[in-house]
């Protein structure tokens, strides 16, 4: 086995130890925060997409999402209802929707991603100062990777 694919293996079984460690308290934390709200999992996905992308049409949410437009449309009419996003008709042609987050839906997104941290933040408490410190800077790592990768996401073209 080559080196890149024997370190892609170690990381690959390492990320896995982490999130099975944290996925327990962070599942919970996510059901919670859904469970106040009623909504899917999907719904939520939504959400992040909107809050990261900016403004997207429901062909373009469905395609990222991988629903079908007319699953996707339903998904969409049920978080405006619940004022989580906001539906403008193109300026071009009234047919084509487009649809953004609402103050709503970054509140709950807000209070979402504080229970998942401070779910993963209770685990870390089992870190000495030291290692913390060694997480911190691994996470400032992917968090850097992370917009490296949206960036690249962003160019791509959008309907």
Known sequence: ????????EQLLRSIGLMRRAMLRDGLMASLAA???????????????????????????LA????RSVSAMSRLLDQLVRRRM??????????RFKFFAIAEEGRTFLAAFEKQRADAQLAVMKALSPEERA?????????????????????????L
């Open 1 to 8: 086995m080559r080196l890149p694919e024997l370190e892609d």
């Open 34 to 60: 859904m469970t106040d709200t009623d909504l899917s999992m999907p719904q939520v996905v939504v959400l992040f997409l909107l809050d990261d992308m900016g403004e997207l049409s429901a062909t373009a």
């Open 63 to 66: 395609e990222r999402t991988g």
């Open 85 to 94: 996003i906001q539906r403008r008709e193109s300026d071009h042609d009234r």
């Open 134 to 158: 060694q997480v911190m800077r691994g996470m400032a790592l992917l968090a850097e990777a992370a917009k490296r990768r949206k960036l690249s996401e962003l160019s791509e073209p959008m």
